[in-house]
T-cell receptor, first 118, second 109 residues
């Protein structure tokens, strides 16, 4: 149980276009989802916290108008990278946390989405 | 959020026990300690979580001293497939996970 999926697993786009990445909790309801970015050989960097039905909370230095997050249901959060540029190329990972019976604070991570902007 | 410090890298050989120690001097009373494993181009995978003393599951043990300012992840009899990056995190009521640099474990034949 406790599976989180991401779609797509990889995407290549042209500079200036927008890309949407989906994060789904498949077998539990996720009250909170988190979005991370990871550059090669580096650690994960938390971008934002997404709560169902409310606005996302962004970490310092993350542009909320560039990285649009929507958490419309308890099983789906989306991250849209708007007007993507080559420097946005990265590995984007989401995680989901259940507010219910799963172990305290355990978060389940998706497999990640590799974004390449040409 | 408490900052964590762990060795950048470690080498081991198949069959050995590996202990990775993490320091978290500013851990708060309600914080838990969690360890994740990450393979290249994959999301992190939960290994173990604890609050104090010792926790053991089917893959690892977690030792936490009484002052909780450090913790040690113990991997018994590692195999080549345990080569990965291991992250120690302190998680509190905000549920935010702030990843440090992690420890790159290389298991040699």
């Amino acid at each position: 149980g406790a599976v989180v999926s991401q779609h797509p697993s990889w995407v290549i786009c042209k500079s200036g276009t927008s890309v949407k990445i989906e994060c789904r909790s498949l077998d539990f309801q996720a009250t909170t989802m988190f979005w991370y970015r990871q550059f090669p050989k580096q650690s994960l960097m938390l971008m934002a916290t997404s709560n169902e039905g409310s606005k996302a909370t962004y970490e310092q230095g993350v542009e909320k108008d560039k990285f649009l997050i929507n958490h419309a249901s308890l099983t789906l959060s989306t991250l849209t990278v708007t007007s993507a540029h080559p420097e946005d190329s990265s590995f984007y990972i989401c995680s989901a946390r259940s507010g219910g019976s799963l172990s305290y604070n355990e978060q389940f991570f998706g497999p990640g989405t590799r974004l390449t902007v040409l | 959020l408490a900052k964590t410090t762990q060795p950048i890298s470690m080498d081991s050989y198949e069959g050995q026990e590996v202990n990775i120690t993490c320091s978290h001097n500013n851990i708060a009373t309600n914080d838990y300690i969690t360890w994740y494993q990450q393979f290249p181009s994959q999301g992190p995978r939960f290994i173990i979580q604890g609050y104090k003393t010792k926790v053991t599951n089917e893959v690892a043990s977690l030792f936490i001293p009484a002052d909780r300012k450090s913790s040690t992840l113990s991997l018994p009899r590692v195999s080549l497939s345990d080569t990965a990056v291991y992250y120690c995190l302190v998680e509190g009521s905000s549920y935010k996970l702030i990843f440090g640099s992690g420890t790159r474990l290389l298991v040699r034949p």
